[in-house]
């Protein structure tokens, strides 16, 4: 038999798949919950059970302005479904996604958009069954299995040359000291503002702190000092030997190539604790743009990234925004956002 349910945080349903399925901190109802904060939406996860199989999908639902119904996104970060069935079984998958998108439709949810785990694959050709996938581009991430010589050659010479600049110049790096919290919070505010970032990625120290809370000892602060001044960080999770680096900024000024630094530390910090890889991210939205070529410069490892958007209810859809086409399903999604 098999059956689906949207699961609240508190539910047990939510841990007891975790325990079962290989996932990442982006799959926690801690910070699935936070995140849903930010957007004033409801923190939720679709879980699906079939013959002792199970499927889970985080998914934060939030309310469409003007109208009595609501979509569905993954939290910020690369949450992607999860199973204790390998991509392999196409079918499984594709019942799980099938019955997912018919559940919603239930709760008055009319498209759901999420983004893949490069590192936790999924058969693509199930999720396409129900929706569209959309090949992005690629991520960068170190392989921590490998010797320290090896990741260091992996570094371009460029990097490599900054790294050996930065440590001369006297940078520190210093981590989990979380009186520096508020400084690299300053950090943080001005690299969104160099970048132009909208209001929304403007995350205030009391939302930090509460990250904090929410993954206590998988959550971690870099901090390049110089001189007891804060010259960036760089704010990482590491949980079930995968590290995410999930911000990284730097003040405006002078950092005596910080930035590199933060970077190389990270990760010889993350192979002294046993992790596995060092999953630094891509360009903006997947490109491959200089934001990707840097990231690409600090490791050999590659993966794709993709997102899945699907249209749960598509009279609802028209109506907001026309028939759904290839074009609007592959663009920016969901369309009337």
Do not use: C
Not at 121 to 140: C, I, K, R, S
Request: hydrophobic share 40%; proline share 7%.
């Amino acid at each position: 038999m098999a059956e689906g349910a949207l699961l609240e945080p508190g539910d047990p349903a939510w841990a007891d798949a975790l325990r079962r399925v290989h996932h990442d901190v982006y799959h926690l109802p801690s910070y699935v919950t936070l995140d849903a904060r930010l957007s004033g939406g409801t923190p939720v996860a679709f879980r699906y059970d079939e013959m002792g199989q199970v499927f889970l999908l985080p998914l934060v639902l939030r309310p469409v302005p003007g109208t009595g119904l609501r979509d569905a996104v993954s939290p910020y970060g690369y949450p992607g479904p999860v199973s204790d069935v390998p991509p392999s079984d196409v079918g499984f998958w594709s019942r799980a996604v099938r019955h997912m998108a018919a559940l919603l439709r239930t709760h008055d949810v009319i498209t759901v958009f999420t983004r893949l785990h490069p590192l936790l694959p999924v058969p693509l050709p199930a999720l396409a069954e129900t929706g569209t996938v959309v090949q992005h581009g690629q991520t960068v991430s170190v392989d921590l299995t490998l010797t320290p010589d090896q990741i260091w050659l992996d570094t371009h010479r460029t990097h490599r040359n900054q790294i050996n600049k930065s440590k001369r110049a006297g940078v520190r790096i210093v981590f989990d000291d979380w009186d520096l919290l508020e400084p690299w919070v300053e950090t943080y505010h001005s690299t969104m503002r160099r970048v132009n970032a909208t209001g929304f990625y403007f995350f205030d120290l009391d939302h930090f702190q509460r990250l904090r809370t929410a993954l206590g000892d998988h959550v971690h602060l870099a901090a390049a000092v110089h001189e007891g001044e804060v010259l960036g960080g760089n704010l990482f999770f590491a949980y079930r030997r995968i590290m995410q680096t999930h911000l990284q900024s730097t003040r405006d000024g002078q950092i005596w190539w910080a930035d590199k630094l933060l970077y190389h530390e990270v990760r010889q910090w993350g192979q002294a604790a046993g992790n596995l890889v060092h999953h630094i991210g891509g360009g903006l939205g997947g490109a491959d743009d200089s934001l990707f070529r840097y990231k690409a410069a600090f490791a050999a490892g590659r993966q794709d990234f993709h997102t899945w958007r699907a249209v749960t209810d598509p009279i609802a859809v028209e109506k907001l925004s026309g028939t759904p086409t290839p074009e609007m399903m592959s663009g920016r999604f969901p369309p009337y956002r």
